[in-house]
Structure formats: C-alpha cells, structure tokens
C-alpha cells in the first residue's frame, strides 16, 4: 500500500524553525509532484509548496505567505520530501499535510493530489 507519513511538528515560539518530514512508502514516489498544504484553525486546507520531480527540473514554488521563509526539498533516494520552516509566525500554526500528484499537474489544488499523509501538527506561540 502506498502512503505518505509526516514527522517533524512541535510546538516552537514565534522566530523559530522546524523542518517537517515525508516519508513515502508502498512504491517510488520520484516522479510525481509532491506538495505541502496546510489547514489552520477554523480555515480551509490551503497549498503552501510544491517541488517538482527531477524530470521535470525539480521546480520549486511556494505561497505568497511563507515565500522567503520555508523551503521544499526532496530526496529521491530515501523516497523523503522535506519542509524547512524558518522565520516562524503564529500564523503558520496549522496541521501541514505532505501530499503527491501521480499526474504531475503541478498544482495549487488540493484536488489534484490523490496521495495524503495525515498530517503533523506544528503550533507557533506568539
């Protein structure tokens, strides 16, 4: 069975950084997008990275909200996607979902992705 699983959350102050893991399993996940999404309090699941696979240049973008702040990374040889989180705000409190696209749509829609992990919980005090 194929699956994705996050690690890496805690609780951390404002200013502080935590790097968040996926580890893939049940297959090769190095040619699919694969993502990072979010759902905060009260609020709807929203995208917040995206790498690309290598065989499309490993492209890497990000929202508006974390850009300058986190990086996505993936290694392909221990079938690992990664989010570093620097800079932290209270704001970027949320469960953060690892997500992958088998269709490479290299979207911003949760829609589009039919692998999910569920999710590690990362808490931002003020």
């Known amino acids: 069975q194929a699956q994705l699983v996050e690690s890496g959350g805690g609780l951390v102050q404002a200013g502080g950084s935590l790097r968040l893991s996926c580890a893939a399993s049940?297959?090769?996940?190095?040619?699919?997008?694969m993502a990072w999404f979010r759902r905060a309090p009260g609020k709807e699941r929203a995208w917040v990275a995206l790498?690309?696979?290598?065989?499309?240049?490993?492209?890497?973008t990000y929202a508006d909200s974390v850009k300058g702040r986190f990086t996505i990374s993936r290694d392909n040889n221990k079938n690992m996607v990664y989010l570093q989180m620097n800079f932290l705000k209270p704001e970027d409190t949320a469960v953060y979902y690892c997500?992958?696209?088998?269709?490479?749509?290299?979207?911003?829609?949760?829609?589009?992705?039919?692998?999910w992990g569920q999710g590690t919980q990362v808490t931002v005090s003020s």
């Open positions: 997500a992958a696209d088998s269709a490479n749509s290299f979207s911003e829609s949760e829609l589009d992705y039919n692998y």
């Open positions: 049940g297959r090769t996940f190095m040619n699919y997008d």
């Open positions: 790498v690309r696979s290598n065989w499309d240049g490993g492209t890497k």
